[in-house]
């Protein structure tokens, strides 16, 4: 036993760290949920780990969001890339792999290829459906976590005979409920991420779980836990007797997003490109203003907008919350 995880194999045996040491986690989000998460991970002595995110480090994000500096904002890092850059600061022990691309159902299955486990660290029901058609598909474990205002839920997806996300998505509450209108407080991020690092960790070290959807919240002091075992439809799309996993195919597929909170649209092209940022750079010189450029994205200022470019094609238009506005501007700049 290394003194690094000592603590720990007290607790969970030499066993129990061995799968852990030997697993690998993948990470679908590096927000506030994501961040915590693969912090906790990484520093249990998890073999390795994937963290993937489209996103960049903004200063709103500092409140809550604990791998992100100052500096990582003040640069528009990729959040994958700063998630990393600050977990090989923590560890040397875990093998660290990062992704700045989309989630959705062309990559998904790519990213979750040989995963122990999968923890949910986006911030929309749609991206989390097709996780959980991707992790029922591949019997992969995936948990579950979702947080807004003081209000935090969790819940292990295990396949089997028990309920998968799908079979839930109806009984969730607070769905129309965004941090646009309620805000987030850190608290409940850390105990939402506990709850996913904890069942992951009992999964990894080979327990068996119960399927049961907890919830807290950590202003009222409110938990309640439900097993939902007989929640499990059997005419389910995605654990079903006919299971058709609906959310990995084109058509439950959406390509512009209004971003929580952020009077902004993100739009994805239909197949992913490879932009050269050097030569749009150099084209746009006379069409846009306060260009700034990393190997990574291009930021710049058009018309009354703000618009970040990524590499893969997406792109990020603050200034609108209106899908039309920010796809036309897309198609003026990129066709
Ligand atoms: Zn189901």
């Known amino acids: 036993m290394t003194s690094r995880f000592m603590k720990q194999e007290l607790f969970i045996g030499k066993d129990g ?4 040491e030997n697993s690998h986690a993948v990470i679908l989000g590096a927000g506030a949920l994501g961040s915590a998460v693969s912090e906790m991970l990484v520093r249990a002595g998890i073999g390795k780990l994937t963290i993937i995110d489209r996103d960049y480090v903004e200063q709103s994000n500092l409140q809550r969001q604990q791998l992100y500096t100052e500096e990582d904002a003040a640069k528009k890092l990729p959040k994958a890339i700063a998630a990393k850059k600050r977990l090989k600061e923590i560890s040397g022990y875990t093998l660290i792999e990062s992704i700045v691309e989309d989630i959705n159902y062309q990559t998904i299955e790519k990213f979750i290829h040989g995963a122990s486990i999968l923890i949910d660290g986006t911030d929309n029901f749609e991206t989390r459906l097709v996780i959980n058609d991707a992790a029922i598909k591949h019997q992969i474990p995936f948990i579950f976590g979702a947080c807004v205002g003081s209000y935090g839920l969790s819940y ?4 089997g005979n028990v309920p998968c996300l799908h079979c839930l998505i109806d009984k969730l509450p607070s769905q129309q409920v965004t941090c646009d209108t309620a805000g987030v407080i850190s608290p409940i991020v850390q105990w939402v991420a506990a709850m996913q690092v904890s069942q992951a960790m009992q999964i990894l070290s080979g327990k068996t779980i119960l399927p049961v959807l907890r919830s807290f919240d950590i202003w009222k ?11 499990r439809n ?6 079903g007797i006919e299971a058709d996993f609906p959310y990995l195919s084109f058509r439950n597929q959406t390509k512009v997003a209004v971003l929580c909170g952020r009077d902004a649209v993100h739009i994805r092209p239909p197949m992913s490109k490879e932009l050269d940022l050097y030569e749009l750079s150099q084209q746009w010189k006379s069409l846009v203003v306060h260009l700034t450029a990393n190997p990574y994205l291009l930021s710049f200022h058009y018309d009354a907008y703000r618009v970040i470019l990524f590499k893969d094609g997406r792109a990020i238009i603050h200034g609108t919350s209106e899908e039309s506005v920010a796809k036309s501007i897309y198609a003026k700049l990129i066709g």
């Open 17 to 20: 760290q061995r799968n852990i």
């Open 156 to 159: 292990p997806v295990v396949g």
């Open 221 to 231: 002091m409110e938990y309640v836990e439900m097993n939902v075992a007989k929640l």
């Open 234 to 239: 059997n005419s389910c799309p995605t654990c």
